[in-house]
């Protein structure tokens, strides 16, 4: 309950699968409907003779919107009308709570996906050589492409698990609505900075010397050593602290100390 505070790792397993068990009929329909989907979609491109492409664009697919679309439903019960008090009563502290959705969500389902594609092109390249006599190699997990789609996941997966905790209804949507806005607004904000320290340059008032034009190449590598750094380092551990906040928030709210 919201009393235990401290960390117990065996409360976190139980929780993990709890989740794990509670959700496997409608994974089992989910991968049972991607399979479906995915075997149509390479028998089309082997019959019209375009199959030999990378797997990365449909890995990337699943894994980024299959993600979002997973994470931005994993707080339902938190916001469900008869189901929140028995979420935020569950034997674990908030602590668990939020770590148990976040591990599921992010590296447990990274891992799930790459065992998924793999089992997967392993069938169709069986397949493939059964049929249509034609050796097809199996999507290769440890190409050094994949981990920079994973790290890029869990970056981004940390915003739409803020969305979940934060959104009672229609999360994923709400999320990407946003973010749309907030990249509006920093667009305009930027355009604005830039207008009113260059501003001479748009006027056409200034002669451009090499060094202002090297000064400005300067400025802005450190600009995106610094947009890197935020991303990459910052962004994740942020909105997951953030999240975390929301859910006690939520307990608080429902009047569960």
Known sequence: MGSDQYFNPKRLWLLLRNDVLSFYRS???????LVVV??????????SGRQGGSYLPIFGLILFIGGFLFTSSSFNDLHHKHKSALFLTLPSSNLEKFLGKLIL???GYAVGVLVFFHLFTLLVSGLNLLF????????????????EYIGAYLVTQSIFLLGAVTF????????????????????????????????DYFTGQV????????????????????????????????????????????E??????
């Open 38 to 47: 995915l075997l149509l979609f390479f028998f089309v491109s082997t019959v």
């Open 132 to 147: 249509f006599d034609r050796p097809l190699t199996p999507f290769n997990p440890f190409q050094a492409h994949i981990f």
């Open 207 to 250: 002669v451009v010397e090499t060094f202002q034009i090297e000064s400005v190449i300067h400025n802005k590598h450190i600009f995106v050593e610094i947009v890197r750094i935020l991303f990459w380092v910052v962004l994740a551990p942020f909105l997951w602290w953030i999240s975390y906040l929301r859910l006690r928030e939520s």
């Open 168 to 199: 009672k209804t229609r999360a994923f949507i709400k999320t990407i609505l946003s973010i749309s806005g907030f990249f509006l607004a920093l667009m305009l904000f930027s355009f604005f900075v830039i207008w009113l320290f260059y501003k």
């Open 27 to 33: 994974t089992l329909i989910s991968v049972g409907t």
């Open 252 to 257: 608080v709210q429902d009047g569960i100390s």
């Open 105 to 107: 969500t992010s590296v």
